[in-house]
């Protein structure tokens, strides 16, 4: 099987590339948005975030009629809304996507916030939807940000889920193969000790995630089956903090096989040590120049 070459055949081919252009993936909390914000800050680099623009291009009116239907249930906005004397939007940023996640949701007890795992799987759906758009988005951005603004250097800060949108085993995937060819995929790895304080944030503050449909179900019963429970019953959160452990342990091979097959990677701790762009440019060609031809 013969791979997409990578955009930088070695690490003399990084450091001398006048427009650097990387995308980097993995799982969320280990330095993606950190170290995107940094480079943007630079002032060379442009800053494409995929949940971004699953949360405005894609899934912006969703969301924004999922704030409607809700004040509509309030007799006073709902007054105002049908008098066109409010306007109802989500305020999403690169730092705060909390409007995209609350809309993707938790499927359980509705008293409790939860919604029917039907309406939980249309959902998931829909977000997969965007992912898939927004990835292929990413390399008409490259052309954009240097047509228009005239930035150099272009880093994509994807989603967690985009293990969950392609095959890194299928040489032919029409995803990985377009970005590939514009980008370097840099997958930033986590130890076990990151994996586990990655767990306990999330055990702390669950949220929503988007996972393959496959996946959903497969837990969905499961949790049922082992708390003996109805599904209307399911306590939302005590769900998605079942799956999250099983979903970092599916996506880990995922991701290696993202680096090995499409790209590289780098540690959690490399991406923590690269405070400024000189010392990021030199990581990765470090990870370029370790990684197998």
């Known amino acids: 099987m013969s791979y997409q070459p990578r955009l ?36 060379d680099w442009f800053h494409y975030s995929v949940d971004y623009r699953i949360g405005t291009r894609y899934m912006g009116e969703l969301i924004s009629d999922e704030f409607k239907r809700e004040a509509m249930k309030v007799p006073h906005l709902r007054e105002l809304l049908l008098s066109d004397s409010i306007y109802i939007a989500s305020n999403i940023t690169f730092n ?8 993707l949701g938790k499927p359980g007890d509705p008293a409790k916030g939860g919604l029917s795992i039907g309406d939980y799987r249309k959902r998931q759906e829909q977000h997969h939807a965007a992912e898939r758009a927004a990835l292929l988005d990413a390399p008409r951005f490259i052309e954009r940000a240097e047509d228009i603004y005239g930035y150099p250097h272009f880093v994509c800060d994807s989603g967690g889920s985009i293990c969950e949108v392609v095959d890194p085993a299928d040489p032919d995937d029409p995803i990985l193969t377009e970005l590939s060819r514009s980008m370097l995929l840099v997958w930033i790895e986590g130890s076990e000790a990151h994996s586990e304080e990655l767990v306990r944030r999330f055990e702390r503050a669950p949220k929503p995630m988007c996972y393959r449909a496959a996946f959903t179900d497969r837990n969905w019963q499961e949790f049922l089956r082992e708390n003996s429970i109805r599904e209307e019953e399911v306590d939302p959160d005590s769900f ?54």
């Open 240 to 293: 998605v903090r079942f799956a999250y452990r099983r979903a970092m342990e599916a996506r880990q091979p995922a991701y290696a096989a993202m680096a090995r097959n499409w790209g590289v990677s780098v540690t959690a701790e490399e991406v923590a040590a690269a405070d400024n762009p000189d010392r990021f440019d030199a990581m990765i060609a470090g990870a370029i120049a370790r990684a197998p031809s």
């Open 96 to 103: 705060n996507l909390t409007p995209l996640s609350t809309y």
């Open 8 to 43: 930088y055949p070695d690490a003399a081919a990084w450091t001398s590339a006048p427009q650097k252009r990387v995308l980097l993936f993995g799982m969320s909390g280990l330095g993606k948005t950190h170290v995107s914000n940094m480079l943007r800050g630079s002032g």
